[in-house]
């Protein structure tokens, strides 16, 4: 029998089981890599049932964010408004437009505009919009220039280590309360940004959370 096998396909089974253990570990380790939100969704831009141009409704006409997103200082989520509130405007404002006939139609029936979410976490992170906007954190750093944006989109990679960065280093981040919907607002050089984040940082006492508790619970 040892004439019609040679010894080294004794270990050929061993080798095998290695090679597939190996590969499957490299072919893991690149999908768990590259298909994050890093890799899969900076950039996605959904066709939305309506057309909403927040270069539009910010940038002509002043809209602050939380007169749709009325819920983004007071809870963890941001919401899309009803209806009723476009209506508030629109019920005089281009109420013939055929542009807004979905706006209309869900006014009538009561039936919700359907829109395609964008931004989406994972099911086991935690995040409270309320926590850092209240704490300095505006909606550009994690959503960028959205009132420049005609159609929204994906702007920032939200992974971890997107997460991470801001964590341990808040500073850099952070500004006045009163200026957190105003995205186009910069501090007026890097050395200011700074100044003006760890004032923040020091009098609402924020912690550079790493822990996997802070966001995985």
Not at 64 to 86: F, G, L, M, Q
Not at 138 to 143: F, L, M
Request: hydrophobic share 35%; proline share 6%; with cysteine.
């Amino acid at each position: 029998m040892s004439d019609i096998f040679p010894k080294w396909t004794n270990r050929l089974p061993r080798n095998l089981i290695v090679a597939a253990l190996l590969t499957g570990a490299g072919v893991l380790a690149g999908v768990t890599y590259y298909f994050t939100p890093k890799y899969t969704r900076v950039g996605y831009e959904p066709i939305q049932p309506v057309a909403f141009p927040h270069s539009v409704h910010v940038n002509q006409l002043g809209l602050d964010c939380r007169y749709c997103h009325s819920t983004v200082e007071k809870s963890w989520y941001s919401n899309i408004p009803a209806t009723a509130t476009c209506m508030n405007c629109h019920v005089q404002v281009l109420k013939d437009d055929a542009r807004l006939a979905v706006v209309r139609e869900s006014a009538a029936s009561g039936e919700p505009i359907p829109w395609v979410q964008i931004h989406k976490l994972p099911d086991y992170v935690y995040f409270n919009h309320s926590v850092h906007v209240n704490r300095g954190v505006s909606c550009v750093e994690c959503h960028g220039r959205i009132d420049q944006m005609d159609e929204v989109y994906e702007a920032k990679p939200l992974s971890m280590s997107f997460c991470l960065d801001c964590h341990r280093d808040p500073a850099a981040r952070v500004r006045p309360l009163d200026k957190i919907t105003d995205l186009s607002w910069k501090a007026s050089s890097p050395a200011k940004q700074l100044e003006t984040g760890r004032e923040i940082v020091q009098e609402w006492r924020l912690q550079s959370l790493e822990t996997c508790s802070t966001c995985h619970r």
